[in-house]
């Protein structure tokens, strides 16, 4: 009777043949380089379009600047006016930093807590959800009232927008690592510690990552509108108040400069946090993994 090899079986031949760890990287390292022009060059050539035709429909029209400016009476606004704006800018990238560093603080650890204490998910979880789905606009005058300083003020409402994204996204996380694996670390006799570094962290950490980038765009509209609220002037004040001064003085230009920039610092951050989160996630997790289509 003949022998049959076991290397002779169709199933491992495709094992043999399954392309290693190194070409799997090789090939997401050519699917980058190859996708990166294009979604620098798309999404730039579509603005461009959209502000010529801008230009082009004001300018035939003969539309006055008081009512809507020309992209590049906007942009001459703007570097005109860059001391003032800049003070400004800077003044809304603190406040949006500051805001957002204390939600990720408060939010993760706060749903750690909730993954390991159920009783204090069932105490606290829908304190957290009575403020997310209070509108800030309607308790920023309060909050104004009751601190003292209108930069603490500030913060807490960019905070309370910001915060629960990543409290949610992150307890969701922490849940949903795999019932069968928490058996086997079980069975292992892990420790507590154990278990939440090598099977609830990596488990957590995409939709963190995800909350994230919700919790970074967040945290500036709360910043901007707590701003609005407080309607407040002077030196340290941000870009709200120059969009507001600007209404009052009918500085459309100045309007649409301040907008832009504000415009242009919620695209900063979230293209930071998704490179960050492809920088964390590309190389072992499906949504931030490059595929051919």
């Not at 020309?70 to 809304?92: E, M």
């Amino acid at each position: 009777m003949a022998s049959t090899s076991i290397t002779d079986t169709p199933a491992l031949a495709e094992l043999q043949d399954a392309p290693s760890a190194a070409e799997l990287q090789a090939r997401d390292d050519r699917l980058r380089r190859r996708e990166s022009p294009l979604r620098i060059a798309v999404p730039t050539a579509i603005v461009a379009g959209l502000l010529l035709l801008w230009e082009v429909l004001v300018r035939v029209n003969n539309v006055p600047h008081y009512i809507i400016p020309a992209p590049s009476l906007i942009f001459t606004t703007l570097i005109d006016n860059w001391d003032t704006l800049s003070s400004a800018l800077w003044f809304t990238v603190k406040l949006t930093l500051l805001a957002l560093a204390a939600a990720i603080v408060g939010g993760v650890l706060l749903a750690i807590a909730f993954a390991l204490f159920k009783w204090v998910e069932i105490g606290l979880f829908p304190i957290a959800v009575i403020l997310q789905v209070t509108p800030i606009i309607a308790i920023a005058p309060l909050i104004l009232i009751y601190v003292s300083s209108t930069t603490a003020a500030l913060l807490l409402c960019a905070w309370i927008v910001a915060f629960f994204p990543i409290l949610s996204n992150t307890v969701i996380g922490l849940k949903s690592a795999d019932s069968n694996l928490r058996d086997l670390f079980h069975l292992y006799k892990a420790s507590p510690w154990q278990m939440f570094r090598y099977l609830l962290v990596p488990s957590a950490l995409p939709f963190f990552m995800a909350g994230l980038k919700i919790a970074g765009g967040l945290s500036l509209i709360g910043a901007v509108v707590a701003e609005f609220t407080a309607g407040t002037a002077g030196r340290e004040t941000g870009l709200a108040s120059r969009i507001l001064e600007s209404s009052f003085r009918t500085e459309i230009p100045m309007m649409f400069a301040a907008l832009l920039l504000v415009s242009l610092l919620g695209i900063v951050i979230f293209i930071v946090f998704a490179a960050l989160s492809r920088m964390v996630l590309g190389h072992w997790h499906e949504s931030e993994m490059r595929r051919e289509r």
